[in-house]
């Protein structure tokens, strides 16, 4: 079975000031990791994707991932957080290894930046 | 090019009606999944259909949800006898044919059951 934790219901940080957004995940085999963002009243949009070769995947709006796969993790991250960034962000996994395509969603961190 | 789009966006229904969702895909993905997104929850995989093959119809709740997909395109999600705790969002998200290609998602249906 497959599972994804974030461990933290809302993360707040000041703007400009540096992000960090945690995920880890539980696959049996190969690891398939996304990010999504979702803005209120919108649908999930996509940020990054992480499936083989450099740890640190860029994404979109400056946001960027490190995958590690000894601790199990897929940290979101960006350097300098702004009032914008504020939103439900959701970590996402799926095993490469089997065939379900669907993916395993965590509960959802939500991000509030402060001016 | 357009996006995923599902409709309606808001459906209030009355406990034992049934109710229709649709979802249609963006163009040219072959691939097409329903998930839940209920109060304060993550999203929860629903059914999952690619071209002509058998859908992945492991997360459905109960028999009173079921889905069609019809000329591989447009798709239904109906459920049947509603319930209170069906209320929710429920997302449609398609992708290209690739294993490793993201899903990308519409703009969800928000229902309540009353």
């Known amino acids: 079975a497959q599972s994804v934790a974030q461990p933290e219901d809302q993360v707040n940080v000041a703007e400009g000031n540096p992000l960090t957004v945690k995920c880890t995940y539980s696959v049996s085999g190969n690891p398939y990791l996304f990010w999504y963002v979702q803005y209120p009243n919108r649908g999930l949009q996509f940020l990054l994707k992480y499936i083989t070769g450099d740890n640190l995947v860029k994404g979109s709006y400056g946001f960027e991932a490190e995958f590690n796969k000894s601790q199990t993790s ?12 504020s939103a439900l962000y959701f970590c996402a996994v799926r095993d490469l290894d089997t065939g379900r395509r669907a993916l395993t969603f965590g509960s959802g961190t939500r991000l509030q930046v402060q001016p | 090019g357009a996006g995923v789009s599902q409709s309606p966006s808001n459906k209030v229904t009355e406990k034992g009606k049934d109710v229709e969702l649709r979802c249609d895909p963006i163009s040219g993905h072959t691939a097409l999944y329903w998930y839940r997104q209920s109060l304060g929850q993550g999203l929860e995989f629903l059914i999952y259909f690619q071209g002509n093959s058998a859908p992945d119809k492991s997360g459905l709740p109960s028999d009173r949800f079921s889905a069609e997909r019809t000329g591989g395109s447009v798709s239904t999600l109906t459920i049947q006898r509603t319930q209170q705790e069906d209320s929710a969002v429920y997302l449609c998200a398609s992708s290209q044919s690739g294993t490793t290609n993201e899903q990308f998602f519409g703009p969800g249906t928000r229902l309540t059951v009353l």
């Not at chain 1, 897929?74 to 960034?85: E, I, N, R, Y």
């Open chain 1, 74 to 85: 897929f940290h979101l991250k960006k350097p300098s957080a702004l009032v914008s960034d």
